[in-house]
């Protein structure tokens, strides 16, 4: 069985083969599956003594793995190093801060330091794959929805200026709250998404995507209702969302995302396209011809008569670089 108790240890050294060899076995069983994630979060590969992330070890794990699982079948897709990316609203209250920083908070160099290194050191990759949340390690104030939402879309730039591999977002988090917050959550959620799409961010997976039988539960918003019970799988606001989003990208226009105001994003398809307000205040926008008056939070699907001009370019960045920038090192 396995112990859960050991699930935050990491392979030693002695057994990187015989890892990478299970990896081998699970490809050849189950061939359907064509992407590999190289571990979790750097689980174990943390050093006490030096107070950061043994990213010499985990490289030289991965490495290993990579390695069996192409050598089994050069087609498979393999990525690493699913680094979390830790910010802190107080640039002193732990951490390593690095220049990368604005109103989401700071970021910590050492999350950083882990991508550096393993993009100069990997055998090879198809994709680079990440995790992180809008919410600081610190709990310090989180900033509006709209701003919140753009760590994703400032994270993914600032790989893109790194490497030219897909990103994967193989986790994001914009937070938790109970039912009452529920729709400013879903909101960060599609806005964050959009973010990632105009990034190019090419992968975004949602967990825990099931609601709890437990209706007052803290959580962050579901896509589906809760299975445990009769009448469940129902698509919650968000699931709906999603459909709509992968339903436009399948179709996109050519200027995939805009953002007609400081508070409202808007997703393009080629025949309809979806827009968010981020913001707890109505807002009144037009969009390739269309008025519309959003309520706060609210998420709107609209299809486009025949004959509508092409979606505007994007031109509201401030969100995005008020979020996180590249800034002068202290001096001390």
Known sequence: ETDWNRLHEAPRPEHYADFAALAVAAASRYPDVRHFVVWNELKGFWDDARNRWD??????????VYKALKAHDPRVAVGGPYVVIDTWANREAGGRPSTLSGECGTVDRRSLDVLDYWLRHKSGADFVAVDGGAVTRDGGPVPSGTVQSAIFGAITRWLHDRTTLPIWWT???????????????VATVVAALLHMAEEDATVALYWQPQRSTDESDDRAPALWTSTDVTGGGQPAALGEDMAWMQQLMSDPADDLVSWPSENVGVLHGRMAF??????????DVRVQGVRLHL??????????????PPAPPSWWRPAVDACLREQPAPTR
């Open 55 to 64: 990213y010499e070890s985990y490289t030289r794990f991965y490495n290993v």
């Open 171 to 185: 986790e994001f988090h914009v937070g938790r709250g109970a039912p009452s917050d529920q729709p400013s959550l």
């Open 274 to 283: 979806l827009a968010v307000n981020t913001a707890a205040v109505p807002a």
């Open 295 to 308: 309520r706060p939070y609210e998420v709107r699907y609209v299809q486009l008569p025949a004959g509508t």
